[in-house]
């Protein structure tokens, strides 16, 4: 790549987040755009400080001290652009996740057509559905009304109508939302997306326009019955969330103002990182990216017509913890445990965690409730967002996860590099892969920052990414498979660059690696029984498959899909140690 077309402009990246705000500096290394260094900060969205700014001037200081050069100038802004002295950056990107959840009423005409495709939509950013209103509601209007006036929802999203179709049923929607929020105090009327038939805009405007405290037009996510086109909302909708956020957190006004309005949910810049990235990978298998971050779980998936972005503010590892139980048992959370805790050790875990989402583990127990919990959430985001994953997504058997090729970690619990054979464990037991798949750690969670910085400079993502910013856990080869404990479910040989050979016989409910360094590749032949598919179709193997190399080298995963757990918990955590110290854990 000529390095002429690289301009040299340096890129701060702030993320703020809900446990903590970090800022990460790209700049040019050897004509090629570099992740520099980052800095880190407690996040002040909350109490007693209240002023996301803070945390950011924190963070940024942090990464001066790293730097050894200023970035901030005598009255604590940004310094923009750089400077002959060196001081400053060229341009700043702002991704945002901190806050709560934002109070959400979807709205559409029919439930299994463009309500459901408003509830997708909704799901797309940190949002919390109060209240659902279709055609279908049985409730009165003014029953209707009081339901508004008492869940007071931040958003309105509203869907309905294909191009061209119907229009007193979409206005007989807005009448009770308009007048809802003609009684609410002028400050507490809520944001309004409009995606339905494009015809009503004029009248939407009329109806509840002047009553919102902003309204949104996006093109219509259910233009016909049978079409579904939901990314442009996405972008609208992660427009309107700044907007509310600005309102909700002091000081982001400032960031915002810093980085000339390239501000953006985190969550919507990961969904675009990941729509960069299949295209460029353009497989028949999809692309995977899961977070586990403080104020969500986010799921984002691309596949080869349709991109999936998935926010589970329930299944955030802060200050929502405690609500998990909702979702789940204390049961099924502490099966994935290695050690013998009592459920209310369990229930205090959740509730300090949530009010010291910072907080690393201090002992073994707190360890394995922390990675028991991220478990349970993770594997509850991916059933869930398994649902909209497009009906032709390359599949080995219904209920089970798609082929994914890659599958890119990140979020605190699951970039940990210093503890790679724990992070994967962790994806393999939550996300279940199938088949054959590079696991990649974003370990510095540059994802969203490089889909941030996509708005302002598209070659930065190109050649960070190639860059080795992030770490190659290696390859995973799960197959679909059950069988009796220990008996052989296939055979698998790697031939490295300099000949020599390494085999496996992998036995069902084993995990096995054989060796691979980062920057290695190989050729992999695998042989399998009749009932046993590693994507390529039951009894079907693969000989001479090109795989590459990574921390750990090629696992292979035998323990079935679904996932094969005893019912006896004394063997079950003996199992789950094993497969730990199988992937260099303990």
């Given at each position: 790549?000529?390095?002429?077309?690289?301009?040299?402009?340096?890129?701060?990246?702030?993320?703020?987040?809900?446990?903590?705000?970090?800022?990460?500096?790209?700049?040019?290394?050897?004509?090629?755009?570099?992740?520099?260094?980052?800095?880190?900060?407690?996040?002040?969205?909350?109490?007693?400080?209240?002023?996301?700014?803070?945390?950011?001037?924190?963070?940024?200081?942090?990464?001066?001290?790293?730097?050894?050069?200023?970035?901030?100038?005598?009255?604590?802004?940004?310094?923009?652009?750089?400077?002959?002295?060196?001081?400053?950056?060229?341009?700043?990107?702002?991704?945002?996740?901190?806050?709560?959840?934002?109070?959400?009423?979807?709205?559409?005409?029919?439930?299994?057509?463009?309500?459901?495709?408003?509830?997708?939509?909704?799901?797309?950013?940190?949002?919390?559905?109060?209240?659902?209103?279709?055609?279908?509601?049985?409730?009165?209007?003014?029953?209707?009304?009081?339901?508004?006036?008492?869940?007071?929802?931040?958003?309105?999203?509203?869907?309905?109508?294909?191009?061209?179709?119907?229009?007193?049923?979409?206005?007989?929607?807005?009448?009770?939302?308009?007048?809802?929020?003609?009684?609410?105090?002028?400050?507490?009327?809520?944001?309004?997306?409009?995606?339905?038939?494009?015809?009503?805009?004029?009248?939407?405007?009329?109806?509840?326009?002047?009553?919102?405290?902003?309204?949104?037009?996006?093109?219509?996510?259910?233009?016909?019955?049978?079409?579904?086109?939901?990314?442009?909302?996405?972008?609208?909708?992660?427009?309107?969330?700044?907007?509310?956020?600005?309102?909700?957190?002091?000081?982001?006004?400032?960031?915002?103002?810093?980085?000339?309005?390239?501000?953006?949910?985190?969550?919507?810049?990961?969904?675009?990182?990941?729509?960069?990235?299949?295209?460029?990978?353009?497989?028949?298998?999809?692309?995977?990216?899961?977070?586990?971050?403080?104020?969500?779980?986010?799921i984002a998936a691309g596949f080869k017509n349709k991109s999936?972005?998935?926010?589970?503010?329930?299944?955030?590892?802060g200050e929502n913890l405690p609500g998990l139980l909702n979702h789940t048992?204390?049961?099924?959370?502490?099966?994935?445990?290695?050690?013998?805790?009592?459920?209310?050790?369990?229930?205090?875990?959740?509730?300090?965690?949530?009010?010291?989402?910072?907080?690393?583990?201090?002992?073994?127990?707190?360890?394995?409730?922390?990675?028991?919990?991220?478990?349970?959430?993770?594997?509850?985001?991916?059933?869930?967002?398994?649902?909209?994953?497009?009906?032709?997504?390359?599949?080995?058997?219904?209920?089970?996860?798609?082929?994914?090729?890659?599958?890119?970690?990140?979020?605190?619990?699951?970039?940990?590099?210093?503890?790679?054979?724990?992070?994967?464990?962790?994806?393999?037991?939550?996300?279940?892969?199938?088949?054959?798949?590079?696991?990649?750690?974003?370990?510095?969670?540059?994802?969203?920052?490089?889909?941030?910085?996509?708005?302002?400079?598209?070659?930065?993502?190109?050649?960070?990414?190639?860059?080795?910013?992030?770490?190659?856990?290696?390859?995973?080869?799960?197959?679909?498979?059950?069988?009796?404990?220990?008996?052989?479910?296939?055979?698998?040989?790697?031939?490295?660059?300099?000949?020599?050979?390494?085999?496996?016989?992998?036995?069902?409910?084993?995990?096995?690696?054989?060796?691979?360094?980062?920057?290695?590749?190989?050729?992999?032949?695998?042989?399998?029984?009749?009932?046993?598919?590693?994507?390529?179709?039951?009894?079907?193997?693969?000989?001479?498959?090109?795989?590459?190399?990574?921390?750990?080298?090629?696992?292979?995963?035998?323990?079935?899909?679904?996932?094969?757990?005893?019912?006896?918990?004394?063997?079950?955590?003996?199992?789950?140690?094993?497969?730990?110290?199988?992937?260099?854990?303990?």
């Amino acid at each position: 790549m000529p390095t002429s077309i690289v301009t040299g402009n340096s890129l701060l990246a702030i993320d703020v987040g809900a446990a903590n705000t970090r800022a990460v500096l790209f700049d040019v290394i050897e004509g090629e755009y570099r992740f520099v260094a980052s800095g880190v900060a407690p996040s002040t969205a909350e109490s007693p400080v209240r002023d996301v700014s803070e945390g950011a001037r924190h963070a940024i200081r942090s990464l001066q001290g790293i730097l050894k050069k200023n970035l901030l100038d005598m009255s604590r802004s940004l310094i923009l652009p750089s400077q002959p002295d060196g001081s400053g950056v060229d341009s700043l990107v702002v991704t945002v996740s901190a806050g709560s959840a934002v109070r959400t009423l979807v709205v559409g005409l029919l439930k299994d057509v463009s309500l459901d495709s408003a509830r997708r939509l909704t799901e797309s950013t940190y949002a919390r559905v109060v209240d659902f209103i279709s055609l279908g509601d049985h409730r009165k209007p003014e029953q209707q009304i009081d339901s508004i006036l008492r869940t007071r929802p931040d958003m309105v999203v509203i869907a309905g109508g294909t191009d061209g179709g119907a229009s007193r049923s979409v206005q007989k929607l807005l009448d009770p939302i308009g007048l809802a929020s003609y009684f609410l105090p002028e400050e507490k009327r809520p944001a309004v997306l409009y995606a339905g038939n494009g015809k009503l805009a004029e009248e939407v405007k009329s109806l509840v326009g002047s009553l919102s405290s902003y309204l949104h037009f996006s093109s219509n996510i259910r233009p016909s019955l049978d079409t579904e086109d939901i990314p442009p909302a996405e972008s609208e909708l992660a427009q309107m969330f700044i907007k509310i956020r600005k309102k909700q957190l002091k000081g982001l006004d400032i960031l915002d103002n810093w980085a000339g309005g390239h501000t953006l949910p985190t969550a919507y810049a990961t969904g675009r990182m990941v729509r960069f990235l299949s295209n460029v990978y353009g497989s028949q298998k999809g692309l995977l990216s899961v977070d586990l971050g403080a104020s969500s779980t986010v799921i984002a998936a691309g596949f080869k017509n349709k991109s999936v972005l998935k926010v589970y503010p329930q299944f955030g590892q802060g200050e929502n913890l405690p609500g998990l139980l909702n979702h789940t048992s204390i049961e099924d959370i502490l099966r994935w445990s290695t050690l013998d805790i009592p459920p209310a050790t369990l229930v205090d875990y959740l509730h300090q965690k949530a009010l010291y989402p910072a907080t690393i583990p201090a002992t073994r127990e707190d360890l394995v409730l922390a990675q028991s919990v991220a478990k349970q959430a993770l594997f509850l985001a991916m059933q869930s967002a398994r649902r909209d994953f497009p009906r032709d997504a390359a599949i080995i058997k219904p209920n089970l996860a798609p082929l994914f090729d890659p599958i890119i970690a990140g979020g605190a619990t699951l970039s940990d590099a210093s503890r790679p054979g724990q992070s994967l464990l962790l994806l393999l037991d939550a996300v279940q892969p199938v088949g054959i798949a590079t696991v990649i750690l974003d370990q510095n969670n540059l994802m969203p920052l490089l889909g941030a910085a996509g708005s302002v400079n598209n070659l930065l993502p190109v050649q960070v990414l190639e860059s080795g910013a992030f770490l190659s856990i290696g390859t995973i080869i799960c197959p679909v498979v059950s069988a009796k404990y220990g008996a052989s479910i296939l055979k698998a040989r790697i031939t490295y660059e300099n000949g020599a050979e390494a085999g496996v016989d992998l036995k069902y409910g084993f995990l096995e690696i054989l060796p691979l360094k980062s920057g290695e590749t190989g050729r992999l032949t695998i042989q399998v029984g009749r009932g046993v598919d590693i994507g390529f179709g039951f009894g079907r193997g693969v000989k001479g498959l090109p795989i590459s190399g990574g921390a750990l080298g090629v696992v292979f995963d035998g323990r079935g899909r679904p996932l094969d757990m005893p019912s006896d918990p004394v063997r079950r955590r003996e199992l789950i140690k094993k497969w730990n110290w199988s992937l260099g854990g303990g």
